[in-house]
């Protein structure tokens, strides 16, 4: 997959300057570099793309210094025309390089969307949008796979065929199909997203179905005191770190509404909606873990809401979920949640 995006990268690079002229017309010449304010095609300087393969690098890359973003051309492509999935870029780079001539008319009339910024919270609508449901998807399989098989109520999450995943800016971006989850705040408005990217090749466990990449998951947006949210808070509401763990306890506890912060960092600083009376907190086990938890229960407690931490037996639930078993995660929750809350929250699992 990530050969067909050098390949394009690489024949880009060798006209760098006229697809620069093409794409980055705001900008100019000087000397070996092409100068812009940034991807999107603003007017500035503080963005330079190389023109000549020198000893820094190869022709194509470039860096916004006000920024530090970089990329190749492909991600001038994507940013200034304002796509996001990775076969249209591939077509408008095709489209360009079969030219006659190297350098368009520069008045040529273009349309296309207007850009969004890379991470920004419209970066993140865009990709969400362009997702579909995860009914009969990779998705759907790598979370089955995991054991997690109460899907109700998922909406937040779709899935990408071929989502963008760059390593770092020395190596070529790279497309993998991944779970897209939105990031949203008290009322429902998306305001990040967040990527996991799949193997196509299926489950293992060394990985659990991730991509074989170095940073299989991936968040943007604004998402501080947001999160991935199931089912629609009242008066009770579970609150944790990751996707999977927070589906997993759903699988035992599925009237229950739960949100995934995503990180501990960001899990200590959720919000609270106005209806929240008790708030479940699911703890993983680990020093960070540890402190989201402290954290979250003194800030529950200074606005009147009860804290309840519920505890898995090994690293997290879903740990529990698939090694311990769909019973036993169940008879553990069971212990640790307000006798209320079993009948209210746990008896459809039953």
């Known amino acids: 997959m990530s050969n067909t995006a050098h390949d394009l990268a690489q024949r880009l690079g060798r006209q760098a300057e006229a697809v620069c002229r093409h794409y980055l017309s705001a900008g100019r010449r000087e000397g070996s570099y092409w100068l812009v304010g940034d991807a999107r095609n603003v007017a500035g300087r503080s963005m330079f793309v190389r023109l000549k393969d020198t000893a820094k690098g190869p022709a194509g890359k470039w860096t916004d210094a006000a920024t530090g973003e970089h990329g190749d051309l492909l991600d001038v492509i994507r940013e200034s025309c304002g796509l996001v999935d990775f076969k249209d870029v591939a077509d408008e780079a095709r489209s360009f ?56 109520g998922t909406g937040s999450l779709r899935f990408h065929p071929r989502c963008y995943y760059r390593p770092d800016e020395h ?12 990031v949203t705040d008290l009322a429902g408005h998306l305001s990040g997203a967040h990527r996991t990217w799949l193997d196509p090749g299926g489950f293992s466990e060394a990985t659990l179905g991730k991509a074989p990449i170095d940073t299989p998951r991936r968040a943007m947006g604004d998402l501080l005191g947001h999160a991935v949210r199931f089912g629609v808070a009242g008066e009770v509401m579970a609150a944790g770190e990751g996707i999977e763990t927070m589906l997993s306890l759903r699988c035992v506890l599925p009237g229950m509404p739960m949100v995934a912060a995503l990180s501990a960092a960001h ?52 740990e529990d979920l698939r090694l311990l078993g769909i019973d036993a995660l ?10 209320q809350d079993v009948a209210r929250f746990m008896e459809l699992a039953a």
């Open 330 to 339: 169940r008879a553990a929750s069971r212990v640790q949640i307000a006798a």
């Open 267 to 318: 899990l200590s600083a959720i919000l609270f909606p106005d209806t929240l009376r008790r708030l479940y907190i699911a703890r993983d086990d680990d020093p960070a873990g540890d402190g989201a938890m402290a954290t979250l229960i003194d800030r529950a407690r200074d606005v009147g809401i009860e804290p309840i931490v519920i505890s898995p037996r090994l690293g997290d639930f879903n």
């Open 171 to 182: 190596t070529p971006t790279e497309i993998w199909p991944a779970m897209i989850a939105s």
């Open 97 to 152: 390089l079969s030219l006659p001539h190297p350098e368009p008319e520069r008045d040529r009339p273009r349309s296309h969307a207007p850009s969004a910024p890379t991470g920004s919270p419209e970066a993140s609508r865009r990709l969400f949008s362009m997702s579909q449901p995860i009914s009969r998807t990779l998705v759907e399989t790598y979370l089955r796979n995991r054991g997690i098989t109460a899907l109700h």
